[in-house]
């Protein structure tokens, strides 16, 4: 592993390595970007070869293109994926020929309402070709003969999803995830990946895990059918919580968590639980509509319990998906303050868990074990300092199989957070044990 | 089948052949009814002798009734069925006997708050004989000698039930129901058949139907008793929806809903869901008390989802069960404007139904089918034209056979109706078949 | 059996033979009570012996202490069990030692905060010794050599239960269950037993039972828990409603109950049904912190519908465990108000069954068993006085075995016990059976 490390300089540099590089949902772009990305995670890759069969889907000839402009009547290159790697409808067929302005038009994609915006256009599973340029561009274009270059070619390869696991005591697993297919698009692309990599460093330090963490990246919509196709039914058995991380920077202070389908999972119930307790992120419902990798996760056959974090995707933004998208908009400081925001909900994940109560026919003798007073005398200043005996007692009586910690917690009026203590000490007494 | 045509003419002349006939629960007046109105509509019988057992109850002799007078001292028909077939008690046993005013009153039925009203009064399961006059009469009645004259009998014969069906593309049935064994009374007797017909006719003309509609006459209570017998195992497999239908005229300008015992079949859900759409009928909870046919229906070893409709029978009004339920209270437009009402619904309910999502397993390549677009390149205005793609993908990630098209539609905060195009895009494409 | 009855005398002179007894969890004490009990109720015994494994607990030694006092410097009995038995540390270990006023500290127990009060202190599975006396007592101490005697034993004996079953028509059953375990302590010791006392003979004069009636004596937790080692799987089986009883005297005017833990028990339904109904009592949830034998009762491998009802114990009062809770502090006319206020909840709690409808297909013939009239003629005055044959409509409407009465009343908006008569008329025709 290379020198890592949580700064801002560093995730400066590591972003500006790849920002640049001709990202598509398969091909030396995407191969690239991990590869960096693995010399500071051990990212282990699973391919899928071109014409593979992934549910209702078929995975794409790899995308390989090596130069692709527009020359205007003056030969001045009024589109060139060398100066910004969107400039070419990303997965456009090759195409060298003369056309008339007329006939360019088709081919042509702009946005009238943001005059400066370059836009990001994408035709994966229908051969075309394009280029994108700001509207103030189109505009200005002269009449005259155009010559359309795209040297690009469709090769049989593979499609890659990259993974590495940090193991926990149980089988209970926990998914982060984020995509990695855009070419150089800031806040709704490499935002991601940098969170989930600071994320993973974050949960490798801590002494202990309940769950195991399973990070993963991979090309959007596509990407997560094959992770699914692979993992779908082990995620059916032990996902409690997953997340799809994206746009993790600009302008907003709080996250906002669009919870899952089915809004029951172990994440979604903390969500809520936590804005009781002082934690300040947003929440919105669950819709198939729009959004990004949580839609397969949380399509009918799987309705896993996977969640989707972003500052500003789920209200939209103007600079979405087009050349504004940079990294001035997306700052590097927010993704550091999203790695400490969403380490401290993990952290309340790992408390959140149901256990059963070995000792279930009555209550079990605590003094015997040191954990509750002997003497059956009680002064007031003492039944102050019983928190942490409620705590055991709630813990031990609520602790059926039935109810959660966060629903124990719910029930006496504190966060999970606080009942720590009491769900360590009757773990190593093993009066309770995880369900 | 005779001309049949919605208007207020045939319905007002329909009417009049039908009122005057000497209906019960069994016998040739019944009989004669369904014959008039299989002109209109193919009714198929099933017939119950005499004596048949039907759960806990006994299926009754005819009631034949040739005559049936009262003459006063003077010898002036005091009451006379022949005037009014109300003014006989139905199902009265025969008698020719002179009797004294003070003898003949415990044999006269009147309403001292309707001064003006005869009422309708019925002893199907005990024997008795009786008059019913208005109060007024009554109380103009002199002393002296009285010669009741009731010339009846009791007959092993039938009781029989009518009914035909619609078929429609799946076993999944809607159950139309009406009763008719009133004698002359307008509301509260001939506007339910009469909207039933109008009903049969407007489902017949659909280019499709999703379910079976089964339209069902029988006399009250123990015909509706009998229905079961026959068809209540079918019933709890194959009904989904049921709607008794009675008091379809009169005053009031919307119709009024009694919801079934359960509350939660699919007319139920949606009567309230077309509430938030334009919809201005009224909904009340079922209850044993009071009502019709739906009581049985409704019994607790059958559970079905069956539903009342009226216009004032449930709350209650002042002609009901008397002389003054005549055609002018009821009047002929409002069964019009019922029937059009109640073909609404039934359309919505067409397209209320529980569907599977075929390709469960991610979302399926809806690009490949030509109903999604292949570029990614949404323009503002175009975002507004997604909504029939947003129904898709709506009708797609929630119908895993836990949620109907009203929920989801609930969900996306429109009509269950507007949703009509995008499920049937996705039927014809097998991509959701009917549960 | 001996002479009973429910008056002030008669409560006033048992509850003084009582209090000065020297009980505790085991012991000739506790027997002693149980005896003078069992002349006015016929209580059987169970006995568990000393080492007996109960669950994760251990039934200990008996106690026995026939001298406990503690001499001053001057000879003076500063604490003395002969003049109040709480002024030893209940299950203290016998001593004969003189020590100096310094190291006697540890081995007082007062209260700063309630400077008059001597508390009440044990040390069940703990040996220890101690005294207990007021502040004031304790301020005044002089300097110098004192003397502690305690002249006790751990004996190898028993553990005693007391209990008596009034039999029912079913076997369902309804535990009242009290403690007996304190030694000189009025309200939140004796009050329990006196007011048990007064049920069983309340309750013995019904002319009918549904329910067993069970009532159970024992020592606070561990007699609970050899209790539910002993009829733990038949509560299970066979509990409907429990009820433990303590603080039963002092100011309030009305009983609050303690609910369940799962709060949709017979009688926890019930409480809250007769409050819409005059009946004035308090209702608050269930917690395992602080309270009583329900706390064993609802532990998570029971959870038993056992609920707990004081008038004062849950919200605490300041006299609790010390020598302020006396007789003049408790009073015996809040005993004979319990009694009443009680009796009167059972009552209702006899009405409160799930019943099954015999004839669940359509409605039964009721005019044949004479329960609903044989002739359709109703008169305005007469639908006022339909309320029993509304009661046997609905009964029989929801009688699924899903709906109980309390659930029945309520739909219809009455009180259960106004159902009585319907309810009974429809067992008499075997139209109801209880589930």
Redesign the interface.
Known sequence: MAFYEETESFYSDLFDELFPILRSITGPGLRQSYDILSRYMPLEYDSFPSGTK????TVPQEWHCQEAYLLDPDGVKVADMARLNIEVVNYSEAVDMELSLEDLQAHI?S???KPDAI?????Y??K?WGFCMSEKTRQALKPGKYRAVINSQFIDGQLDIAQTVLPGSSDKEVLISSYLCHPSLANNELSGPLVLLGLYHRIKKWSHRRYNYRFILNPE?IG??CV?SKL?THFKKNLVAGLVINCMGGDPAELVFKHS?NDNGLLDKLLYHLNKHDFKHGNIAFS??GGSDE??Y??????LPVCCVSRSFHVGYYEYHTSLDTKEYMGIAPLLDSIDKLEKIFLALEQSATFV?T???????L??RGLYP????Y??EQTKQLEQL?HI??L?????GSKDTVEIADLYGCSVVDMQWAIEALESHQLLVMK
């Not at 992934?54 to 889907?57: A, Y």
């Not at 002997?374 to 005398?377: A, C, G, K, P, Y």
């Open positions: 992934v549910f209702d889907w994609y946005l009238p309402e836009p990001y256009v994408t035709s599973y229908k075309r919509t997560s059918l699914l779908g389908r198939p509509l839609r397969q949380n399509s009918p056959g799987f309705q109560n000792h279930p026919y009555g209550e079990p003798n003094g015997n002997t003497l059956s005398f002064r007031e409620n007692m709630m031990l009586n609520y602790s059926d």
